[in-house]
């Protein structure tokens, strides 16, 4: 017997329930809801079940809808969305992926405009981020740079390391543009 305290806490989308519900019957389990007074052995506990499960995943659905459509004007203005580190580290990435031809730039200098990551709070995120794992990536960016500078090959990819190792110190408030 698999007992839960609510329905929508085991799966929210009808397809994961009717597979799981399959499941329990091919082994001869039963489901029962604390709160909703049911079980799956009966007719009706499973009439009642698929009802209420329709509504936690329409209700999943559209909470999913009001949250895409509350981000999409942001996106399509150029705004990110969500913590600041998570586009410090896209940014991150992409400079990693394409370092040649590429600068980091603040973005209050390039757009002209002040935004939450270039102002105060930017700074704190800043500070933030240098302790809990900016440090780490420049060491790793610049080690990597030396190394690589040994040879005549491997010049510019450390030059690209040490640009890298500039900006994994202080990444937020930055933007990559072509050089």
Known sequence: MVVVDKVDRLT????????LVELFEAHGVSFVSVTRQFNTTTFMGRLTLNVLLSFAQFEWEVAG?????KFAPSRRKGMWMGLPWTRAAFNIASYTLLPFGQKAVSRA???GSVDVGTGPLGV???????VLAGWWLALGHLITA???AVT?????????????AGIALWPIGKMIVPA
């Open 109 to 111: 200098q390039y757009s």
């Open 124 to 130: 704190v995120g800043n500070i933030v981020w240098l």
């Open 12 to 19: 929210r989308p009808l397809a994961n329930f009717a597979k």
């Open 152 to 164: 005549i090959v491997g010049i510019p990819f450390a030059w690209a390391h040490l640009k890298l």
């Open 65 to 69: 809808e009001r949250i895409r459509d």
């Open 146 to 148: 030396i190394l690589l």
